[in-house]
């Protein structure tokens, strides 16, 4: 079975830094794109960053550029986002999402084949 597992998220005040971790199984990591999608209440989910297979390249999403920074770790099946100058606007639920295929950029949700479950940030003011 595949699965896809977020953590890190919590409660930090504005201007605070946050790491986020997917810990992926069941797949053949190296294989996949891998991004983050983040999902606030009454919102659509948004795409905030990806990565490729090998690490070599990514892309985000304006309101990320600049503050945040997605990595990858392929002996451990890992992906995070590290997030800094953290703003209540980032309040939200954040997932992780894996694509097989050689689409690039992968920003839109149709791009991703699994999900994980998400994990809440929350931003005080």
């Known amino acids: 079975q595949v699965q896809l597992v977020e953590s890190g998220g919590g409660l930090v005040q ?3 830094s946050l790491r986020l971790t ?3 199984s069941g797949l053949k990591f190296s294989n996949y794109v891998m991004g983050w999608f983040r999902q606030a209440p009454g919102q659509e989910r948004e795409f905030v960053a990806a990565i490729t297979y090998d690490g070599q390249a990514s892309y985000y999403a304006d309101s ?3 503050r945040f920074a997605i990595s990858r770790d392929n002996l451990k099946n890992t992906m995070s986002l590290q997030m800094s ?5 980032d309040m939200a639920v954040y997932y992780c ?4 295929g050689p689409r ?3 920003t839109r949700r149709s791009d991703y084949d699994y999900w994980g479950q998400g994990t809440q940030v929350t931003v005080s003011s």
Not at 85 to 89: D, I
Not at 97 to 100: L, S, T, V
């Open 14 to 16: 504005a201007g605070d």
């Open 22 to 24: 997917c810990a992926a």
């Open 64 to 66: 990320a550029k600049g």
């Open 85 to 89: 100058s953290l703003k209540p606007e």
């Open 97 to 100: 999402a894996a694509q097989y």
């Open 104 to 106: 690039w950029p992968a």
